[in-house]
């Protein structure tokens, strides 16, 4: 039985601070994470960035982050080293890499001593930083603490990772010159990586090795990553569970023993009646969509559009997905984020009377409570960019997947939900609006592929239960992981 706080003597209550990436796909994890660790009876403290908690106040205000201080779950915040920018709009993901891994060290230890002689706040005792921010472990280790990095992405997204060092060192990456970009090298199949699906191709690693630069930031910032902070850490905590990825696992956990599976950290981990006014989500959303599901009357008839918060198109491509969505006959709710168009400037990045043209078939949002969209029962399907918590919410809520991968691990996402999972298609990152209509009716449809799909994600769905149920593999990682975090600070507290 895992140890809880509560039952350490009081002054030994261990304090976390938790320092996601100040991104949407990170920071939601990590407010999940918080409140499954307040509820066991931590203190926690939650580090933003100042960008992000400005965003959080604009579109939430005080309540966001303010709620629970005095019951030991406090906010902090620390520069991310950008230059000061009022935007409300995902940052540039390539300089914020940079600017955190330079910047935020001296600020994570400034704020773990100013915590230490807060009056009533207990001394932090452990850190469990993000994947991304992997350089708070080194932090972390000078001050005496133990440390932590929780890695957001999927097991076979951060295998993906985990390989970079070898595809360098055996010659594949960088890419020779520019060419390697469409002449079929990404094709190359790869048999050696230990872990992976056996027909894993060049183009299923994560694209930041889609470099001809040695010295490129992401790719060199995700070596260190996994080759020098992962290793230091005392533990790696994954947003997965074991039956959906257990040969990626098994490889990971080759490497890096100490590997603990808590994933889907939905609401059975952190229900949202929990502390429900803290929330991480960087825009308002739009509360027409349950109302608008409500009103529609066909179970599983309704495909939800969504790309995330870092995808952005260009207008013609949103030209092509509008006419696709509009003659696929299958009621929608887009999400289309405000700073999704890369050329679209102040106008609105849907065709201009679009959105009257498709009234009471398909409505149009800047952002929704996706977990809200995909539990209910009007929605059929899913066209999502892949990034790993809109999946792993898609196989927790049963719904199959369109799969359209932006950038990053989304094209491991996808290879595995389309060929591993059972409970995906891809559409070509180029689909016209003929494509995009003949992918959603494929989606939507009664064809022996959506069928198959279909049972497959209900499979997932109750696996995801089990994984997070009382005695499941999930529930009994994080009991673990507790336990542990619990006893390091007894101990480092004697
Ligand atoms: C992505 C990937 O997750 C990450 O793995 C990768 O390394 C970087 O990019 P993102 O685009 O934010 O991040 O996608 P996703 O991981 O799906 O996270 C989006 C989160 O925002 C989800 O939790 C989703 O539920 C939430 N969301 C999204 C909303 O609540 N409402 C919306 O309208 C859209």
Redesign the pocket.
């Known amino acids: 039985m895992a140890m809880s706080p509560s039952s350490l003597p009081a002054t030994t209550t261990p304090h976390v601070l938790l320092i996601p990436y100040p991104?949407?796909?990170?920071v939601?994890?990590f407010l999940r994470l918080a409140k499954a660790l307040h509820a066991r009876g931590f203190y926690v403290t939650f580090v933003h960035t100042e960008h992000n908690h400005g965003r959080l106040l604009r579109s939430r205000g005080p309540g966001a982050v303010a709620g629970a201080a005095a019951d030991g779950l406090r906010f902090e915040t620390i520069p991310d080293g950008l230059p000061h920018a009022e935007l409300d709009a995902?940052q540039d993901?390539w300089a914020l890499c940079e600017a955190t891994r330079r910047e935020c060290p001296a600020h994570v230890r400034e704020l773990v001593e100013r915590l230490g002689r807060t009056e009533g706040v207990p001394p932090v005792t452990c850190v469990v930083a993000d994947g991304?921010m992997g350089f708070a472990v080194h932090v972390a280790k000078e001050m005496g603490l133990s440390a932590y990095l929780f890695f957001?992405?999927?097991a076979c997204?951060f295998l993906g990772y985990l390989n970079f060092d070898q595809l360098v060192k055996r010659g594949y990456v960088p890419f020779k010159d520019g060419s390697c970009f469409t002449n079929g090298y990404l094709d190359t199949p790869l048999d050696w990586i230990a872990g992976m699906i056996s027909n894993v191709r060049l183009r299923d690693f994560?694209t930041f090795i889609r470099t001809t630069d040695a010295e490129d930031t992401m790719l060199t910032i995700n070596i260190k990553q996994c080759e020098i902070d992962a290793p230091a850490a005392d533990g790696i905590l994954l947003n997965t569970f074991d039956d959906l990825e257990g040969a990626a696992l098994e490889a990971i956990r080759a490497r890096l023993p100490n590997t603990f599976t808590i994933g889907p950290l939905g609401p059975e981990v952190s229900p949202s009646s929990y502390l429900p006014s803290l929330t991480s989500?960087l825009?308002k959303?739009d509360d027409r969509c349950v109302a608008w599901l409500d009103a529609q009357p066909a179970d599983g008839s309704v495909v939800y559009v969504?790309?995330?918060?870092?995808?952005v198109v260009t207008r013609g491509q949103m030209v092509e997905f509008a006419r696709g969505l509009a003659a696929a006959d299958s009621p929608f709710l887009w999400?289309v984020?405000p700073d999704m168009v890369r050329d679209g400037g102040e106008m609105l990045p849907v065709p201009e009377g679009f959105a009257e043209e498709v009234l009471g078939r398909g409505l149009m949002?800047?952002?929704?409570?996706?977990?809200a969209?995909?539990g209910h029962r009007a929605t059929g399907g899913f066209l999502?960019?892949?990034?790993?918590?809109?999946?792993v919410?898609s196989l927790r809520a049963g719904v199959p997947m369109l799969c359209w991968p932006?950038?990053?691990?989304?094209v491991t996402?996808c290879r595995y939900a389309c060929e591993e999972w059972g409970v995906g298609v891809e559409m070509a990152r180029d689909a016209g609006r003929g494509e995009v209509e003949a992918a959603v009716r494929e989606l939507m449809g009664d064809g022996e592929k959506a069928a198959a799909m279909r049972r497959k994600a209900a499979e997932w769905k109750e696996k995801a239960a089990r994984a997070v149920a009382a005695g499941g593999s999930s529930q009994l990682d994080l009991d673990r992981f507790v336990d542990e975090i619990a006893r390091a600070s007894t101990s480092s507290s004697s």
């Open positions: 991104a949407q796909g990170h939601n994890p995902t993901i991304a957001t992405p999927s997204g994560p989500s825009w959303e969504n790309f995330g918060s870092i995808t999400v984020r949002v800047g952002w929704c409570d996706q977990e969209v995909l999502s960019h892949c990034g790993w918590n809109s999946t919410e932006f950038f990053s691990e989304q996402n």
